[in-house]
DNA sequence: CCCGTGACACTCC
DNA sequence: TGGAGTGCCACGG
């Protein structure tokens, strides 16, 4: 045993990694196809933890460990297969997501390893560990928002019950860790602009458009000042894009520039989209 | 219609 | 470590 070399008496001490070690120094990460090109993925055995396009590091998966890195301070290790639920809640393919035929990608061989199910049934366990209260809050709201449909920065304050925080709220989406998961890119400016967007404004109009969202007939009501759309058979205001809205009929659809003058003419919020607190 | 200012959680020095 | 700086905004003048 004298004359070994250094590197020899590591070798010696070098083993098996006790099982489950592995995945508490490393992080598992993957690529796969999105409604916004190839994306990379993080993930614990927790859930999905960071998101980013493949277009947006350059695609460059060392650039996506260097990010994931600077934020979550672990390195990042190649993994065969993320959480179940993860491949269709990236391309839209889930239920209650009206996608436009594209391609359906198989989602490889079949396993509901690990991971059970979000509550509202659609996609992947997330990992938000890590975030303060606010970012959680803002980021539950954003996530209630559903496919197809917009809020305003501050209809997401005031759920995530700070209604004076808008801006707070744009830093918070701004740095969602995982964009398409939880749908940052459906908050948009209370005057009908878009907005701004992680990976661009023209990404965010792109997956809005995806999910049907008429964007034309939106601008129509923009370029008229009117924000809210109401019924005057049912007496409820609603977000234009609100699916309640969506089916009033033209004899009856009564568009208003604010909530407050539909409140002063005795209609009441939607529950679903809740444009206002209730009175 | 644009500009200035308000507002606030988070991030860096 | 705290205070200035910053940001996918909103609203009034």
Redesign the pocket.
């Known amino acids: 045993m004298k004359d070994q070399t250094i590197e020899q008496a590591l070798s010696g001490l070098a083993g098996r990694a006790p099982s489950g070690l592995e995945a508490k120094v490393f992080t598992g990460w993957l690529a796969a196809p999105s409604r916004l090109g190839e994306v990379y993925v993080a993930f614990t055995g927790e859930g999905v933890q960071f998101v980013r396009s493949a277009e947006s590091v350059g695609s460059d998966p060392d650039a996506f460990a260097e990010a994931y890195r600077d934020r979550f301070g672990r390195p990042l290790r190649a993994a065969g297969r993320g959480p179940a639920g993860l491949a269709p809640a990236l391309t839209g393919a889930v239920p209650g997501h009206r996608s436009r035929g594209d391609a359906e990608p198989d989602d490889g061989p079949r396993g509901a390893a690990a991971g059970t199910p979000r509550p509202d049934g659609s996609g992947p366990r997330l990992d938000l560990r890590g975030l303060?209260?606010?970012?959680h809050d803002v980021l539950d709201a954003t996530r209630r928002i559903p496919a197809g449909q917009v809020r305003?920065?501050?209809w997401v304050a005031r759920e995530a019950g700070?209604p004076?925080?808008?801006?707070?709220v744009?830093?918070?989406?701004?740095r969602?860790p995982v964009?398409l998961l939880i749908p940052?890119h459906r908050?948009v400016?209370?005057?009908g602009a878009l907005?701004?967007?992680?990976f661009g404004p023209a990404h965010k109009q792109e997956l809005l458009r995806d999910e049907d969202l008429d964007l034309d007939r939106l601008a129509g009501l923009v370029d008229r000042g009117m924000h809210y759309l109401g019924s005057d058979t049912t007496g409820v205001v609603c977000f234009p894009t609100c699916h309640h809205a969506r089916r009033i009929t033209d004899a009856h659809r009564r568009p208003f520039p604010r909530v407050e003058t539909a409140l002063a003419q005795g209609y009441r919020p939607c529950r679903d989209c809740r444009p206002a607190v209730p009175a």
């Open positions: 303060s209260d606010f970012e305003p920065y501050s700070r004076k925080a808008v801006r707070a744009g830093s918070v989406l701004g969602n964009p940052c908050v400016r209370s005057d907005g701004e967007y992680m």
